[in-house]
C-alpha cells in the first residue's frame, strides 16, 4: 500500500476534544472543550420547533439562505460600522472552523507563509499546513500576551500571503487595541499580506477593553477576510453555523471553496438562526453583562484558593500557572487533575509553538453552580496532586 499523505504525519487528534473524552471518563467538570451548559436563548429554540414542522429540510442556498445572509448582514452592518452587502459579501459556512479552512485555501497557494501569534487555537497551524503553506509563530508575550513590532515585522519581511488575527483572542483572553491592530494593519499594508480574522468572541470582551473590527480600519477592507460564527454568541456551538465577510472578489472565490468542501450548512438551523440575528442591543449588552460575572465569579475564586492565573480581556478562557507542580508534561498534569481532582482542562502546550509547560487552559462558559462545583473541586488540588521533585 502507498503512503498516506505527509501533509498530516505532523498532526494528532484534537488535543480539546480529547480532554472532553477524559473529563467523561472521570466524571470531571469539563472546563476544557468551549462550550456552554446553559440553553440557548428561548426565542431560537421556540423558532426552530416551529421550523422542524416547515418546508426547510432540503438544500438552502449554496453559500447561505437569502434571508440569513440578509439578517446576518443587517446585524455586522450594524457592528462593523460599515454596510455589508448580504448577496456579494457574505459565505454561510458549516461553523468558524470551515470559515477559516476556506478563507486559507482562498488567500494562500502551496509554498505560501502565514503569520500566526502564539499562542493560538490549535486548528490555525493545520488549516495553514492542510493549504500547502507554510506557518511563521510570532510570540505574544505573557502577561499581557503583547508582541514585540519588531518581531511582528521580521515576520513580515518573510514576505507571508496572510497574517492570521484571533481577536478577543484564544486561549489567552487577549483583545487587540486600536493601536496593535494599527501596527498590524500598517504592516500588512507595507508588505501586501491579506489579513484572516477569528472574531468569534467579538460580542465576550470585558470592560475597559473594547472589541475593534479589523476590516473596519483606514485601507484595511480590501485585504480582510472576517471570519466568525454563532456558536459563541448565542450558545449553539453544535449547530456549526459560521460565516465569512469579505469584498465581493474574495467571496467569489471563497463560495467556490465553500460550495465543494461542505455544499451549505443546515437549513432548519439557518432559518431558526434569524431569530437570533434580529436580536437588539440589548441582547449583546446582557450578553457582556452575563459573562462579565462569571469571570470575576470564577477569578474571585482562583483567588481565593491562591491559584495563580491570567486575566482574561475577552472570550472566556483563563490560563492556570501550574509551575508549581512540577510536571514536565502539562497533558499528564492535565490527565491526573481530570481523574484525581475531577476538573477537565487543556494542555496549555497545545497552543503555544514555543517551548511552553507552565500552563494550563480552562473556561467559564459554565452555569455557576458548574463553576462552583469546579472550585470546589480545585480547593483539594494541592492536596491530591503530589508535587514532582
Known amino acids: 500500500m502507498k503512503e498516506l499523505s505527509k501533509r498530516t504525519a505532523g498532526f494528532t487528534d484534537s488535543v480539546i476534544r480529547r480532554m472532553t473524552r477524559i473529563s467523561n471518563k472521570y466524571g470531571a467538570v469539563n472546563l476544557s472543550q468551549g462550550f456552554p451548559d446553559f440553553d440557548p436563548p428561548k426565542e431560537i429554540l421556540s423558532r426552530l420547533a416551529e421550523v422542524t414542522k416547515e418546508d426547510f429540510h432540503q438544500y438552502s442556498i449554496t453559500w447561505g439562505a437569502q434571508n440569513f445572509r440578509e439578517a446576518l448582514a443587517a446585524k455586522q452592518s450594524h457592528f462593523m460600522g460599515r454596510k455589508i ?38 486548528n490555525y497551524g493545520a488549516d495553514t499546513i492542510l493549504s500547502g503553506a507554510e506557518p511563521i509563530y510570532v510570540p505574544l508575550i505573557p502577561p499581557e500576551f503583547s508582541f514585540d513590532t519588531d518581531a511582528l515585522e521580521a515576520a513580515f519581511r518573510q514576505n507571508p500571503k496572510a497574517i492570521i488575527l484571533c481577536n478577543p483572542s484564544n486561549p489567552c483572553g487577549k483583545v487587540f487595541t486600536y493601536d496593535e491592530l494599527k501596527i498590524i494593519a500598517d504592516l500588512a499594508e507595507k508588505y501586501d499580506t491579506f489579513v484572516i480574522t477569528d472574531e468569534v468572541y467579538e460580542h465576550i470582551v470585558y470592560e475597559p477593553f473594547k472589541h475593534v473590527y479589523f476590516a473596519g480600519l483606514p485601507n484595511m477592507w480590501e485585504r480582510t477576510i472576517s471570519c466568525s460564527s454563532l456558536s459563541k454568541t448565542y450558545s449553539v456551538t453544535g449547530w456549526r453555523l459560521g460565516y465569512v465577510i469579505a469584498p465581493p472578489v474574495i467571496i467569489d472565490t471563497v463560495k467556490k471553496v465553500h460550495d465543494f468542501l461542505t455544499v451549505g450548512a ?77 476538573v477537565g482542562a487543556v494542555p496549555g502546550s497545545s497552543f503555544f509553538k514555543e517551548p511552553e509547560n507552565r500552563y494550563v487552559r480552562v473556561h467559564f462558559a459554565k452555569k455557576n453552580e458548574t463553576l462552583n462545583e469546579a472550585l470546589n473541586r480545585l480547593a483539594d488540588m494541592r492536596k491530591k496532586i503530589a508535587v514532582k521533585k
Open 266 to 342: 443546515a437549513a432548519p438551523l439557518q432559518e431558526a438562526a434569524v431569530t437570533g440575528l434580529n436580536f437588539g442591543d440589548d441582547y449583546y449588552a446582557n450578553l457582556q453583562k452575563k459573562y462579565s460575572e462569571k469571570r470575576k465569579l470564577f477569578l474571585d475564586g482562583l483567588d481565593t484558593l491562591d491559584i495563580p492565573h491570567t486575566v482574561p480581556q475577552g472570550a472566556y478562557y483563563i490560563l492556570l500557572d501550574i509551575s508549581e507542580f512540577g510536571y514536565d508534561s502539562d497533558l499528564e498534569f492535565c490527565e491526573v487533575l481530570a481523574r484525581d481532582v475531577g
Open 85 to 122: 452587502d448580504p448577496d456579494s459579501e457574505i459565505v454561510v459556512t458549516c461553523g468558524s472552523t470551515e470559515a477559516m479552512m476556506a478563507a486559507m485555501m482562498s488567500v494562500t497557494n502551496p509554498g505560501d507563509k502565514v503569520i500566526v501569534f502564539s499562542p493560538f487555537y490549535e
